[in-house]
């Protein structure tokens, strides 16, 4: 089955002030029914476009107002070991960047059956189920309170086994990295605290870009060579 995406469509360069809107219209594609399970399953450019493209998105809406000439051009294939060029008004390359995703994506693949099965998922909580996808048997959720503290620090959790994952790979050389995680942990007051954990985070990148997916945080670090 094709895809409402394409690989041509995907890595075509474009500025950053009008990078984000350009994935929103791409995602939604997906509003027609006949693809919202296919989006929902994460497969294939789908999976791409999610995982990669929208936090590359953030990163070019909050780094437009300083860079407004700057062109980001994404690579969909796995040819090389990085994802994307930001590039220069003539063309030349400023920065190559490699995305990863501070995410559970099993929790989240539970969750999103669970949202098309009663139409609701809890963001924190446990999900029970049982055998495999398509044939699920998923009950309906209970909810649970959770602590702030404890939701945020699973939080950091994930960004910093992200953030090893790739440092640890020693394939990056000369590669800034892009983390997409979920900002919706984050409540305003924590958001300095969350800032000065992020900054203790040790790895072989120079520059790593903190965004959340929800829009709503960004913070970059400079690492000491």
């Given at each position: 089955?094709?895809?409402?995406?394409?690989?041509?469509?995907?890595?075509?360069?474009?500025?950053?002030?009008?990078?984000?809107?350009?994935?929103?219209?791409?995602?939604a594609?997906?509003?027609?029914?006949?693809?919202?399970?296919?989006?929902?399953?994460?497969?294939?450019?789908?999976?791409?476009?999610?995982?990669?493209?929208?936090?590359?998105?953030?990163?070019?809406?909050?780094?437009?107002?300083?860079?407004?000439?700057?062109?980001?051009?994404?690579f969909?294939?796995?040819?090389?070991s990085?994802d994307?060029?930001?590039?220069?008004?003539?063309?030349?390359?400023?920065?190559?960047?490699?995305?990863?995703?501070?995410?559970?994506?099993y929790?989240?693949?539970?969750?999103?059956?669970?949202?098309?099965?009663?139409?609701?998922?809890?963001?924190?909580?446990?999900?029970?189920?049982?055998?495999?996808?398509?044939?699920?048997?998923?009950?309906?959720?209970?909810?649970?309170?959770?602590?702030?503290?404890?939701?945020?620090?699973?939080?950091?959790?994930?960004?910093?086994?992200a953030?090893?994952?790739k440092?640890?790979s020693?394939?990056?050389?000369?590669?800034?990295?892009?983390?997409?995680?979920?900002?919706?942990?984050?409540?305003?007051?924590?958001?300095?605290?969350?800032?000065?954990?992020?900054s203790k985070?040790?790895?072989?990148?120079?520059?790593?870009?903190?965004?959340g997916?929800?829009?709503?945080?960004f913070?970059?670090?400079?690492?000491?060579?």
């Open positions: 089955m094709l895809e409402p995406v394409t690989f041509e469509e995907l890595e075509l360069a474009q500025p950053f002030p009008f990078f984000p809107l350009w994935i929103e219209k791409l995602c594609r997906y509003r027609n029914p006949e693809w919202n399970d296919y989006f929902v399953a994460r497969r294939g450019l789908t999976n791409k476009l999610q995982g990669e493209l929208v936090p590359l998105a953030q990163l070019c809406h909050h780094l437009a107002p300083d860079r407004p000439d700057s062109k980001l051009k994404y969909a294939t796995s040819s090389q990085f994307a060029h930001v590039l220069s008004c003539n063309g030349d390359v400023q920065e190559v960047l490699e995305v990863t995703l501070a995410c559970d994506g929790r989240d693949a539970i969750a999103s059956e669970c949202l098309k099965k009663y139409g609701w998922a809890p963001l924190w909580t446990p999900l029970c189920y049982a055998g495999r996808r398509m044939s699920r048997d998923l009950p309906l959720p209970e909810i649970r309170s959770m602590g702030t503290k404890k939701i945020v620090e699973d939080g950091l959790a994930l960004v910093r086994k953030v090893k994952a440092s640890s020693g394939k990056y050389e000369g590669v800034n990295l892009v983390v997409g995680l979920e900002d919706f942990r984050f409540l305003p007051d924590q958001i300095e605290d969350v800032k000065v954990e992020l985070i040790q790895s072989n990148f120079k520059i790593i870009y903190y965004v997916l929800d829009g709503h945080f913070y970059t670090q400079f690492n000491k060579e």
